[in-house]
């Protein structure tokens, strides 16, 4: 049996606990939006065709900020489609995905909906095929207050009090060939920096978004986020990061290691902003929008993708069935963005329904919890406060993608009358028992211990077995002389909360 022991102290903070980690992402992609959370004619539909079995659903997930519409339909997307009288609205073809776009659903309904899931808008715009004055458009659509041309058309069109999204993201993976738009560092670097100049003009407390590369294995990597910040440092205040990751080859021991790349990915990420901070005497600080992360059977898609002649609305896409390694792997990567709270003020969970996503719907039928959703849930619900940094003494083994991982990792926060420890067991086949001093939390009592674990590491929930997989009571946490001792079942992700 693995035995790992962690060491606990309050003294030892990272930086506070962002609920902002905690952001998730609709893009208009296959049946996200629509049938997803939207379906006029449901049984639980209201008013505005929202499905309100859904938004229960995203409430306890405890979504904070959604990033919105996209992803890469933003680069096709002209904002103006998507508001006044639904009736006339036009259909176009959304080129990202192969579909059409009804645009039933747009800023005004969509932040309706935001309203009822207590979350907070992220907005993206498009600066790949169109630029900086559209960009000005939306934003006086969306936030000026009345008694311009563009606030008081929002006002007609049903939406009295602006918006007042401050978060914005310029473009989206403008690094890829697969984007609508795509450009070089520099390209990208200049008309982002000029886009992200007028909108400041227009209101200095904007916090905008700097695409960074589209993933830690793309040829530019690292030189991408330099050139581009070398342009828009001044003007910006995130750069992004986008990470997703799968079992590949039946090698699930990497897989489950998953979190050790994201590290390595924040790490050069932070140091290259740094480097460009140094280079221009400045202050300020970059941090990072994660604001797309998850596990994503990318190669399955790739795979089975063919050349689509028929345009369609809402079309089944990317509708992965997520397994209990999966979970495990998910919540590890949260423990990290977590754990780099310092940096990581923000990071967005991609996607929220239907489209690799925690939350899956049938149309006409029931919303249900993928496995995923699990570990999000109960660490936004948890984690508050504080995050703690662990010393941690773990057995490690060797991947074949990432090199010597640890068997056990963890995460802690503490609040004043409360902490929250986060762990893993990685291993195969084999329970890891572990002893956790938290003298230097002075917690007493486990208030609450949930584990995600199954003997089949495959298992899912589907719509005839939706409940397949749920979190248990660890039932083996004892907390006794200000040692905390738990064991976790091979391939488990584990949350004891503390009083």
């Known amino acids: 049996m693995p035995r790992a022991h962690i060491t606990l102290d309050r003294r030892a903070l990272v930086a506070p606990v962002r609920r902002r980690t905690f952001g998730s992402f609709v893009e208009h992609l296959g049946r996200c939006v629509y049938t997803g959370l939207y379906e006029p004619g449901h049984p639980t539909a209201n008013e505005d065709g929202f499905r309100m079995d859904v938004v229960a659903l995203v409430r306890e997930l405890g979504s904070s900020t959604v990033r919105y519409p996209g992803g890469n339909f933003v680069s096709g997307f002209r904002w103006e489609d998507s508001v006044g009288p639904r009736e006339q609205r036009p259909v176009r073809r959304d080129l990202a995905w192969h579909a059409l776009e009804s645009n039933q659903v747009g800023l005004d309904e969509f932040a309706r909906w935001l309203k009822l899931t207590g979350s907070e808008l992220m907005l993206a715009v498009n600066v790949a095929t169109r630029g900086i004055l559209p960009a000005l458009d939306l934003l006086e659509y969306a936030n000026h207050p009345s008694g311009t041309a563009l606030s008081d058309l929002r006002i007609a069109n049903g939406t009295p009090e602006p918006h007042d999204i401050r978060m914005w993201c310029l473009g989206n993976e403008m690094d890829g060939p697969w984007q609508t738009g795509f450009m070089t560092a520099d390209d990208y670097g200049k008309i982002a920096a000029r886009t992200a100049a007028a909108m400041k003009m227009a209101d200095k407390d904007l916090e905008l978004v700097v695409c960074g590369s589209s993933g830690s294995g793309m040829p530019t990597f690292g030189d991408w986020e330099r050139t581009v910040l070398e342009h828009t440092y001044d003007h910006v205040d995130y750069v992004s990061c986008h990470a997703y990751y799968q079992e590949l080859d039946g090698d699930l021991g990497s ?60 079309p089944r896409q990317l509708e992965d069935t997520y397994t209990v390694a999966d979970a495990v792997v998910v919540g590890n990567l949260l423990m990290t963005l977590l754990r780099r709270s310092d940096r990581v003020t923000s990071a967005s969970l991609a996607q929220l329904v239907n489209v690799i996503a925690p939350i ?140």
């Open 360 to 499: 899956r719907t049938e149309p006409g039928g029931p919303a249900w919890r993928q496995t995923t959703f699990h570990p999000f849930s109960i660490t936004s619900r948890l984690a508050s406060g504080e995050v703690v940094r662990p010393v941690i003494e773990s057995p490690v083994y060797e991947t074949a993608r990432y090199g010597e991982a640890a068997v056990v990792d963890a995460v802690a926060t503490v609040d004043e009358d409360r902490a929250a420890v986060f762990l893993v067991n990685r291993d195969l086949a084999e329970a890891a028992q572990v002893t956790i001093d938290v003298r230097g939390l002075g917690s007493s009592r486990v208030a609450e211990a949930l584990t995600l674990a199954d003997p089949d590491v495959y298992a899912k929930n589907t719509l005839d077995d939706q409940n397949r997989v749920v979190p248990a009571a660890n039932t083996s946490a004892v907390l006794a002389d200000g040692v905390l001792t738990v064991t976790l079942p091979p391939v488990s992700w584990t949350a004891i909360a503390l009083r």
């Open 255 to 314: 897989f489950l290691a998953s979190a050790t790349d994201m590290d390595f990915f924040i790490d050069t990420v932070v140091a290259t902003a740094d480097h460009v901070g140094f280079k221009k005497r400045s202050t300020k600080k970059i941090n990072i929008s994660f604001d797309e992360w998850n596990v994503w059977y990318l190669k399955e898609h790739m795979e089975s993708q063919q050349d689509e002649t028929e345009w369609r609305h809402a």
